[in-house]
């Protein structure tokens, strides 16, 4: 949440990002619930090019829905319920 964008944009060196770190972090929960039995690096890094991008899209959308569902209506987010707690830190930057 702290990102505003998936990845860093030319010219804007201000704009939050995230980090090659942090996705190589989703990257390694992926494959620890996934194995690819093959030895074609090639494959592997198509594997990995669609994971990123399927990623940065669903990025894009819960921030898309957040903001629809809360900042549109001008609804205040309930900080109490299990799956937004963590953005208490970073509302006000969102908003």
Do not use: C, H
């Not at 620890?32 to 899209?57: G, P, Q």
């Not at 309930?78 to 006000?92: C, H, I, T």
């Amino acid at each position: 949440m702290s990102a505003r964008e998936w990845r860093e944009k030319r010219g804007a060196p201000e704009i939050n990002f995230v980090s090659n770190r942090d996705k190589e972090l989703v990257w390694k929960a992926v494959t620890a619930f996934f194995s690819f039995d093959t030895n074609d690096e090639e494959l592997k890094a198509r594997i990995y090019d669609w994971t990123m991008k399927k990623m940065a899209v669903l990025f894009q959308n819960w921030k898309k829905s957040l903001y629809n569902k809360f900042v549109k209506k001008n609804e205040a987010l309930n900080f109490n319920l299990k799956q937004y707690v963590k953005l208490r830190g970073f509302w006000d930057d969102f908003v």
